[in-house]
């Protein structure tokens, strides 16, 4: 009798993650299902580096046994020389491997004052939602590793993001869904290396100008040197803890948000008593979300404590201005208006 040879420990986690993503919609199949392909689609974004390429090839594998069809879909950002070449390659080797179907999808990029990084993500990201909507996926997924959710963090630290922030790059958002998150990089070439798959090396990681390529190049290793091996691990298991925090904060919010604002003369009031009777971690985050929701207006730390000043260190100040608002306190209200002249007004 043959013995079958031992699965490569890099295949079998990263099909493990998949089959733990794919079962997790389970519950979900009757609203996601295609009453005209009979099956739910499960799409992945493919570059064809190799996080993303385990991520294919082990949806490849694991999607008909769950019952799923799976395809592939590549955006070309066009932003280097032979972009539209790579993009084939892709999609010729998510071909090889079954998925159907395969989309190519070229985006126009416009760095503006975000810059390049930034642009491309959100320019990659509206791709990614349209061609759900386009194919009817009932998802897409993303090939984000523990290694680069040990970055993101780092790079959350260094702006001062605060908690959410911290809480680093979400398993799931929408239709988007990131299963390898506990899974290293160096398990996803490992995968690739066993299966015979021949990943894209994207230059543009190697290119020092952009900030996330010197964490991973340059301040993760010194981090692994001087503190000992572990580190990437540790800042994603930092990294889902904020979440929950941040995830059960946001509860809370939305408990109270509709109770203590009102609307007013000139805009929106929130009760003095009730932003005082909670901690501050709640009280900043209300503050933060009434800024949002109602004027379009991300608050930085600075802004939130000027307007919670208001609240707790009440002496008869004036108005306090922020991004787009003017913030008042007037009979036991703090009042939020929009600024004359803000480009919203």
Not at 52 to 64: K, R
Request: one cysteine or more; hydrophobic letters at 45%; glycine letters at 8%.
């Amino acid at each position: 009798m043959k013995h079958r040879a031992p699965l490569p420990p890099a295949v079998a986690a990263t099909r493990l993650a998949v089959r733990r993503a794919l079962a997790a919609m389970a519950h979900d199949r009757a609203e996601v299902q295609d009453p005209a392909a009979g099956r739910p689609l499960a799409l992945v974004a493919l570059s064809g580096g190799a996080d993303s390429l385990a991520l294919a090839a082990a949806l490849a594998f694991e999607a008909p046994k769950a019952d799923w069809r799976a395809g592939a879909v590549i955006v070309d950002h066009g932003l280097q020389q032979g972009s539209a070449e790579v993009a084939e390659r892709a999609a010729e080797q998510a071909r090889l491997l079954g998925l159907d179907p395969v989309v190519i999808r070229g985006v126009q990029v416009d760095a503006g004052a975000e810059g390049p990084e930034a642009a491309a993500r959100d320019a990659r990201y509206a791709a990614l939602c349209a061609i759900a909507a386009d194919t009817r996926a009932a998802t897409i997924l993303t090939a984000h590793t523990r290694d680069d959710q040990a970055e993101q963090v780092l790079l959350g630290i260094a702006r001062g993001s605060g908690s959410r922030s911290l809480a680093g790059i979400p398993p799931v958002r929408g239709v988007i869904r990131r299963p390898f998150l506990g899974i290293s990089r160096s398990d996803t070439e490992a995968a690739c290396a066993a299966q015979g798959l021949q990943p894209w090396n994207d230059p543009q990681n190697q290119d020092l100008q952009f900030a996330r390529v010197r964490v991973r190049q340059r301040i993760m290793p010194l981090f692994e040197a001087e503190l000992g091996p572990g580190i990437a691990g540790a800042l994603a298991r930092t990294a889902e803890q904020a979440r929950e925090d941040a995830e059960a904060f946001d509860t809370m919010v939305d408990e109270q948000i509709e109770e203590i604002v009102e609307p007013a003369e000139a805009g929106i009031a929130v009760s003095v008593a009730a932003l005082h009777a909670n901690p501050a971690a709640i009280r900043h985050r209300l503050i933060r979300r009434v800024a949002a929701a109602e004027f379009g207006s991300e608050l930085s730390r600075e802004h939130t404590m000027s307007i919670a000043a208001l609240v707790t260190d009440w002496r008869g100040q004036g108005a306090v201005f922020v991004p787009g608002i003017r913030v008042t306190r007037s009979g036991g209200r703090i009042i939020f208006s929009r600024q004359i002249g803000s480009p919203r007004a």
